[in-house]
């Protein structure tokens, strides 16, 4: 089984060149499920691996938009509607510089097992375009969105690929992306995006959705090791929605954080975030990190942006793919370090998750401790659909459920598998079997 693994992963970078990411959340699924192919050779001989793999459709197309100085601007946009097996697509939309191809395939792939641990009808998909929209006016991101949509409506819909937010892209956004939607085709199908405003079709919890459910993940894997989250220290990289309400779920269970980051500055107060402040700054003035520095006593500028150098009983990467590294995982492991759960989709290298598993850290892998999002975007989906709308605790309690439902099966799963309390290897066998006896039943498409 090592030496079929293997020829499929030479096949895929043959096929796939230059897509590292791509390659990267790959390569960790498959080292996981040969034990699972073992048991079920079913699975292989209708070559679920390599359809698995392989995206349904990858979509790549231009934006033309123009700016508040009438100067036309070109971007690219992407979507990789990766597997329908479970349900319709559903991931979201990323703007940001470094959006390419093999970004976008390679959260596209992990969506799917993400979205296949929910227990939810979805598929999984991701999508977006290289465009900036840091320092642009409202208008110019309108007419960007605008475009964008043009081209994207003709491939979405609440039954076939429902778009949501990602880095870059929020509430505002999806506004005006749903408005252009709506528009085009003449109908307000609000099914057709989530992580819309409450006034017009969103719902609950959704903006704080991510982070929330990666603390409550944390949770119980800690609770797992006989261990308590009240009371820890905690440190969170990243200060857009996933890492704040990190943060705001974090002090509501007793924990402490103490450290926070944006992309040009980490911060350390000992006394712990000021949760009020850090809103203030990030979501409402969208200013750096230096002014909560400024504006609250005690906290200082953490030199070189060393996140990870401050001591801890838990790390929580929220900002991007590939932010924490090996050298950063051995700070954090003699600083003591107790647990890492990812909030951002596969934020930790792959020599940086083997030290730390090997050190015997609790580890919560993004595809099942961050999936809280797109499981309250799917009860957003519910919601539309019957034309109702819960409540913030209901839609809270609903979201607790279902995280708690995901540790449980990636904790049965590891143990199953021969290796207990390893949720990488859990949540990758779980997703397999799912999203794989789904493609066996549905025949060879």
Not at 80 to 88: D, Q, T
Not at 208 to 223: D, K, W
Request: charged share 25%; proline share 4%.
């Amino acid at each position: 089984m090592a030496d079929r693994i293997a020829e499929l992963l030479a096949e895929l970078q043959r096929r796939n060149p230059g897509e590292e990411e791509f390659h990267q959340s790959v390569t960790e699924v498959l080292a996981s499920i040969g034990p699972v192919l073992s048991r079920h050779p079913e699975l292989d001989r209708h070559r679920t691996i390599e359809r698995i793999c392989e995206p349904e459709r990858q979509i790549i197309f231009r934006v033309p938009w123009t700016d508040d100085h009438g100067e036309i601007r070109i971007n690219r946009g992407f979507r990789v509607e990766f597997n329908s097996a479970l349900g319709p697509f559903k991931g979201g939309l990323r703007f940001h510089p470094s959006v390419t191809l093999g970004t976008v395939k390679f959260l596209g792939f992990e969506q799917t097992f993400k979205n296949a641990l929910t227990g939810m009808p979805l598929g999984g998909a991701k999508g977006g375009a290289d465009f900036d929209p840091k320092g642009r006016s409202d208008g110019e991101v309108m007419r960007f969105c605008q475009s964008f949509m043009t081209e994207l409506y003709r491939h979405i819909g609440e039954y076939t690929d429902v778009p949501a937010g990602d880095i870059g892209v929020g509430q505002r956004e999806i506004g005006y992306l749903f408005g252009q939607y709506k528009r085009i085709t003449n109908r307000y199908e609000a099914g057709t995006i989530t992580g819309k405003g409450i006034e017009w079709g969103g719902a609950h919890v959704r903006t704080e959705a991510t982070g929330y459910g990666t603390v409550i993940f944390a949770r119980e894997m800690l609770n797992a090791r006989g261990q308590d989250i009240e009371g820890m220290s905690c440190s969170v990289s990243g200060s857009g929605n996933v890492a704040i309400f990190a943060i705001e779920k974090a002090h509501q269970l007793g924990a402490k954080v103490i450290a926070c980051s944006d992309s040009t500055t980490a911060v350390h107060d000992p006394a712990g975030i000021d949760l009020d402040l850090l809103k203030q700054v990030k979501l409402v003035e969208r200013a750096r990190l230096t002014e909560y520095v400024d504006r609250r006593a005690g906290s200082e500028v953490i030199p070189d942006g060393g996140i990870w150098s401050v001591p801890v009983d838990m790390a929580m990467p929220c900002a991007t793919q590939n932010e924490l590294h090996e050298a950063d995982a051995k700070v954090l492991v003699a600083n003591g370090v107790k647990a890492v759960v990812e909030g951002a989709n596969m934020p930790t290298t792959p020599d940086a998750t083997a030290l730390l598993t090997d050190s015997g850290v609790a580890f919560g892998p993004a595809k099942a401790a961050n999936a809280g999002g797109v499981a309250t975007s799917a009860l957003e989906m519910q919601q539309d659909a019957s034309r109702d709308s819960w409540s913030f605790g209901y839609t809270e309690q609903r979201l607790t459920e279902i995280m708690k439902s995901i540790h449980r099966t990636c904790f049965d799963a590891a143990a199953e598998y021969g290796d207990p309390g390893n949720y990488v290897l859990g949540a990758n066998v779980v997703g397999f079997l799912r999203v794989s006896r789904a493609m066996v039943a549905l025949g060879v498409i």
